[in-house]
């Protein structure tokens, strides 16, 4: 379907959005069946001022404002932008991306045996599927996460198909007497769901939505940069979160998340210092006029203080895995590229006193713009997504 309203069969158009913590992302871009890159035709973000929020419900309502304006910036220059690209091309896809903590996504492994060997078809996957699903769904009702939380399910997909303990990528008529796979469901703040469509509906109708969790990006984007760690954590850093996940034996396991972010950290040294938030900003930067170093000692115990608080969340968020080990030792860390740095040094040392050993970290963000028409890494990990996307339905 990527490629069905576009009026050249071998490109396909659309819009990637990414919907953060403290911001929205928005650009448009053009697939092409005969190229390994995806054009990135115009991009904006849209920032939900850091002194604005102080609460979940107040953040969410500043990036409702942001998928606005977001919207707005797209139906105008973004379209002038695509129609100097190429007057014929259209918006065929909305992919949408929603992160943490306005979305949560969680796997469940559905595992068959039977004594007598069985064959694989589409049926058999399709029917234990639904099943995944519907036992994912009355779960969140049972939790709570569809009405107490104003959450709605965004997408659901299988992972990770292993027959005889083998992770395949064509199951189909194989037969075996095991059968493994992992269900992944994501849920969003309904409210914000509801202000994507009404956008799109106002400003680009006819496109295809598309809407997954940002970690499953994150997640399909290691596989294509790093194929061969088949045991990994995976942290993305947003405004208002820090989402946490294991990889095993390939596939994504477990997800959980801690409401703090680069925007909580800074409001609690604004409050703190009684500074303004986007001063306070600053400190969570590299090599900047506002290092610590530089300010009075007191000032430096208190912003240490709040660091170290960080650090005792995040510990515990690490220390969870879903099973009975530990983190893998390879570590995947996302975040904005000015505040890549700081959280990086500081998940070492977390990570280090999570395990009693040191991990080896890799920062995605450099390695996703090295070489983009944008900076912005979370654009990129979607155009990304987008280009698979693309390709697999040639």
Not at 28 to 50: C, D, F, Q
Not at 208 to 216: A, D, H, P, V
């Amino acid at each position: 379907m990527f490629w069905s309203r576009s009026y050249d069969t071998d490109t396909c158009c659309g819009a990637v959005v990414d919907i953060g913590s403290g911001s929205v992302g928005i650009a448009i871009v053009v697939a092409s069946r005969n190229s390994e890159e995806t054009k990135i035709i115009w991009s904006h973000r849209e920032h939900s001022l850091l002194r604005t929020a102080t609460t979940l419900q107040e953040a969410e309502r500043g990036i409702k404002t942001a998928i606005i304006n977001a919207f707005l910036e797209l139906g105008g220059t973004g379209l002038k932008n695509l129609h100097a690209f190429n007057p014929k091309e259209r918006l065929s896809v909305l992919q949408v991306s929603i992160s943490a903590p306005f979305e949560f996504t969680s796997t469940k492994i559905v595992h068959l045996v039977d004594e007598e060997s069985f064959i694989v078809d589409k049926k058999l996957l399709t029917d234990l599927s639904k099943l995944a699903a519907s036992q994912a769904e009355a779960k969140a009702k049972e939790n709570g996460l569809l009405n107490d939380f104003g959450l709605s399910v965004i997408h659901q997909e299988n992972i990770g198909v292993s027959i005889n303990g083998y992770v395949t990528t064509d199951p189909y008529n194989k037969r075996t007497t095991d059968l493994s796979f992992v269900h992944l469901t994501s849920l969003a703040v309904t409210s914000l769901v509801d202000a994507v469509k009404e956008a799109q509906q106002k400003i680009i109708p006819g496109t295809e939505l598309s809407l997954r969790s940002f970690m499953t990006l994150f997640y399909k984007s290691i596989e294509t940069l790093y194929p061969h760690s088949l045991e990994a954590c995976l942290i993305n850093i947003t405004s208002e979160a820090t989402e946490f996940a294991i990889v095993r034996d390939g596939t994504l396991r477990f997800i959980n998340h801690i409401e703090i972010g680069s925007f909580t950290l800074a409001r609690a040294i604004s409050e703190a210092l009684n500074i303004p938030s986007e001063e306070a900003y600053t400190y969570l930067k590299a090599n900047t006029e506002y290092s610590i170093a530089s300010i009075p000692e007191k000032k430096q115990t208190i912003i240490k203080e709040i660091f170290a608080l960080y650090q005792e969340k995040l510990l515990e968020l690490l220390s969870k895995t879903g099973d009975d080990l530990s983190i893998p030792q390879a570590i995947f860390i996302h975040t904005e590229q000015n505040t890549e740095d700081f959280f990086n040094t500081t998940l070492k040392q977390v990570a280090k006193q999570t395990t009693g050993i040191d991990h080896n970290v890799h920062p995605v963000t450099a390695k996703l713009i090295s070489d983009s028409d944008t900076s912005d890494s979370a654009i990129m990990l979607g155009v990304r997504y987008f280009h698979d996307q693309a390709k697999d339905t040639h």
